[in-house]
């Protein structure tokens, strides 16, 4: 019963985060909990800790994976930030607050969430790796002046702050999961590894990101509720941003890549860093920015559970036979 009940979240993900969602939601209405906001990063960290058990250090750091890693940043840099302004142009352009709520989540690529989809649809974790740390740190760099741009508004980004999360997100659950697999491999060797203690650790990050979608939604739940003539119009140029992204991610995927590197680039793409995004917003833009990267935060966790559970469905990287095949 309690192993059942620990795989469930991890297997059921189209109905594990809308339950998680709608619970913080409510008890976001309810109470305050802005205390869980100093657990984020710790329920961020514990979320990535397990994908890294198992991954080679020295794919983490190597130039292999360039190809992927270099249309990620394509993607990312120059297609969805024109996406994001054309959006905001049409749907937003009323309220330049909320505008640049959309310019903001998409400019900052990648989250802790893009190693831990990557790992939980079989794609290449190390690729992710790549990705998250990079686009990060060129996000941060490229951001203010393409807000200056976009939006006319130059908002600087707190470098060693981006540094300091990529360090706990990415560099530290490396590390500590290079050592972790070490010993599980002395202990107990490599095949009851496989077989045995591999399948818990999928389930272990789901459960720790459903605790950071508990936290994140309850904490924003009352600034969804206070503005709901709003929401409409920001909805419907989210649905369309979210769409856009996939869609092109999987061509992309689909043209030039095997399945896992395929997955690396869709979750490398689509998942937006609205951490650090609503930080940004609601302290340049105030509380309608906000709003904007915070329904974006909703559909951004509910749509990749959608996307990976489609893919696997209708074999967007073909049947398991022609996927072993491509690889």
């Known amino acids: 019963m309690g192993k059942t009940v620990f795989f469930w979240p991890s297997k059921n993900p189209v109905l594990s985060i809308p339950l998680a969602l709608a619970l ?19 329920f961020t960290f514990l979320m990535i800790y397990p994908t890294m058990i198992g991954v080679k250090l020295r794919e983490a750091f190597d130039l292999s994976h360039a ?12 297609l969805i930030p024109l996406l994001a302004w054309g959006l905001g142009k049409v749907f937003l352009s009323n309220d330049p607050t909320m505008m640049a709520g959309l310019a903001i989540a998409g400019l900052l690529p990648t989250s802790g ?51 300091t999360t990529i360090a706990i997100i990415v560099f530290l659950p490396m590390i500590l999961g290079h050592f972790t697999f070490q010993q599980l491999l ?8 496989q077989k045995v203690l591999k399948p818990y650790m999928p389930a272990f ?3 720790a990101m459903l605790a950071v979608i508990f936290s994140s939604i309850s904490m924003k739940a009352k600034t969804v509720i206070a503005q709901p003539h709003l929401i409409g119009g920001i909805l419907v140029a989210l649905v369309i941003f979210y769409l856009a992204n996939f869609t092109v991610s999987t061509v992309m995927a689909r043209l030039f890549f095997a399945k896992p590197d395929g997955i690396a680039l869709i979750y490398g793409t689509v998942m937006r860093n609205l951490s650090i995004a609503l ?17 974006a935060f909703i559909l951004q966790v509910q749509a990749a559970a959608w996307y990976g559970k489609l893919a696997e469905q209708y074999h967007f990287f073909g049947k398991p036979q022609e996927v072993t095949a491509k690889q």
């Not at 890693?69 to 120059?78: D, K």
């Open 205 to 207: 990050s789901f459960w």
């Open 113 to 163: 969430m893009t190693i831990s989809w990557t790992m939980m649809f079989k794609g290449n974790v190390p690729a992710a790796v790549k990705m998250t740390a990079l686009s990060l740190i060129v996000g941060s760099l490229l951001a203010p002046f393409y807000l200056l741009l976009m939006v006319g508004k130059y908002v600087p980004v707190d470098i060693m702050k981006t540094f």
């Open 67 to 78: 190809k992927v890693v270099g249309i990620s940043l394509l993607i990312n840099f120059l």
């Open 186 to 193: 002395r202990r107990y060797g490599q095949e009851h590894f």
């Open 24 to 42: 913080g939601f409510l008890i976001g209405l309810q109470a305050d909990t802005t205390f869980l906001s100093s657990s984020i990063l710790i």
């Open 279 to 295: 930080g940004l917003a609601i302290t340049a833009f105030g509380p309608q920015a906000g709003l904007v990267v915070t329904l």
